[in-house]
């Protein structure tokens, strides 16, 4: 194997006066986290640490692998772009590499998403999404417009903008001095419904607590309204009724408010569509935000799509005020185009699609088994199992029980990588992500079932001692 392509670790020595094998990364996990395993290599779905020990990805990395690992078209392309050109500054050079991915993308995405801005991640895009929505309102002569509405819970990214938009206050709680303000209206939940509400009746009520917030605050001051059509993993794959989605659009467009849609983790094929509110398709956004899968994990890359028009008008008015270094980058560009010709050539959607069914029914399955789990959630293969103490009034375990990172814990021993987050320290649910890449086999399907089925059966195992833990 070539320099350029090696990914296991190698005897060579420690640098400076670190010990191998001493924790580095000091800020990733507190004093006492257990270690986790060393990778050694990766292929397809499967991941090999230094041990020889197999694992299955169940989650695609952070919901972000969609091609798996190892992909020969993918690297190909990574390495003849790095041999022609790694780097070359949006201000200085244009880049094939890049208008091809933005012409591309731009066919994939349909009419109204003209507009490429190439940026290295997630909370990146989510920002200059934020930004861009603030000039066009400049453009247009609207300056008091600046609010931004989003749902609580939900999450948008760690960047301080994206931050304040985020809705979780523990994270508030700690940051909450350096961000402005953002109003929150509560997600439309499908699992916990209010007492009172059926499951449509409890998202036309959020819906209306979203047009009353945009009234209350002042319609002229409201710059735009934020949300992930399917939820990642603050809402445990939240997948809201038809009705919520096409009164969002009403609203926004009763009071001039920009609808951005974050399809973060939901974008680029995952759900069963290459644009996830396509799965509703009279909540059209006026900017969508992409990252994760359309890089699939094989270089840094995010996005923001917007139509001709709107950018039209910011160019007119001195272009966006808004960059990075890596803007626009031929590197993450190219990787961006193979990962995005792969998925459209192999129909991977049409597969998550199809592989995505067959794997909520096994869950389900799995859940009229075990008690712990309470939800099984999602579309396409943005899936979530959601935990409960108490199945009957759908009660969660103490917060300090952690059950999220317990199942991972038991998913790691039996060869399962399991992604999870806790959205508000746990105060909103915990849940598991599985997700895997959409290149998953039948046969790997099978046995990636096989293995969480013994995993939740060794957390229902566990679960009578996690009821004393407190929160």
């Not at 190439?118 to 417009?145: D, F, H, T």
């Not at 990214?157 to 909450?176: C, I, K, N, Q, R």
């Not at 917030?213 to 409201?222: F, H, K, N």
Request: charged letters at 25%.
């Amino acid at each position: 194997m070539s320099t350029l392509l090696r990914n296991d670790l190698d005897d060579r020595p420690p640098l400076g006066t670190l010990a191998r094998g001493e924790p580095i990364q000091v800020f990733a996990a507190p004093p006492g986290t257990p270690a986790r395993p060393q990778i050694a290599r990766a292929l397809g779905i499967e991941m090999w640490d230094t041990d020889g020990k197999r694992y299955l990805d169940a989650s695609s990395g952070p919901v972000a692998c969609n091609l798996g690992y190892g992909n020969r078209r993918v690297l190909d392309a990574l390495q003849s772009q790095a041999e022609a050109a790694a780097f070359a500054n949006v201000s200085h050079f244009e880049s094939r590499a890049n208008r091809e991915f933005a012409e591309r993308l731009a066919e994939a995405a349909g009419p109204g998403y003209e507009r490429v801005f190439v940026v290295s991640g997630g909370s990146e895009a989510n920002e200059a999404a934020l930004k861009l929505a603030r000039q066009i309102a400049l453009s247009r002569g609207q300056p008091s417009r600046w609010k931004v509405v989003s749902r609580q819970p939900s999450y948008h990214g760690s960047t301080l903008g994206a931050l304040a938009v985020t809705g979780d206050p523990a994270a508030h709680e700690m940051f909450g001095a350096m961000l402005k303000p953002m109003p929150k209206v509560p997600a439309p939940t499908t699992y916990r419904i209010p007492s009172g509400h059926d499951a449509e009746g409890w998202a036309l009520a959020c819906a209306q607590v979203l047009e009353d917030t945009i009234l209350a605050e002042g319609p002229e001051s409201v710059l735009a309204f934020i949300q992930e059509p399917v939820g990642g993993v603050s809402t445990g794959a939240l997948v809201p009724e038809a009705a919520y989605m096409r009164r969002v659009r009403e609203i926004c467009d009763r009071h001039g408010v920009l609808l951005i849609h974050d399809e973060v983790m939901s974008g680029g094929g995952r759900t069963g569509a290459f644009l996830s509110h396509a799965h509703w398709p009279d909540c059209k956004a006026d900017l969508i935000v992409m990252a994760k899968g359309i890089g699939a994990g094989y270089l840094p890359l995010g996005l923001v799509l917007a139509p001709r028009e709107l950018v039209e008008t910011v160019a007119a008015g001195g272009g966006f005020q808004h960059g990075h270094t890596a803007l626009g980058n031929p590197l993450s560009c190219a990787v961006g185009l193979a990962v995005l010709e792969e998925t459209l050539e192999r129909d991977l959607i049409g597969r998550a699609a199809a592989l995505g069914a067959k794997l909520k029914g096994r869950l389900e399955d799995m859940a009229g088994r075990y008690p712990i789990i309470g939800d099984v959630r999602g579309k396409g293969l943005l899936l979530a199992v959601e935990f409960v103490e108490d199945r009957e009034d759908k009660r969660p375990f103490p917060i300090g029980a952690n059950v999220p990172a317990r199942v991972s814990r038991i998913a790691t021993e039996n060869g399962l990588i399991l992604y999870m987050r806790r959205t508000n320290g746990g105060r909103d649910g915990d849940w598991v992500m599985v997700s895997p890449p959409l290149i998953t086999t039948d046969g790997e399907l099978d046995e990636l079932s096989e293995r969480l089925e013994k995993t939740f059966a060794q957390a229902q195992e566990e679960s009578s001692s996690l009821r004393s833990i407190g929160g």
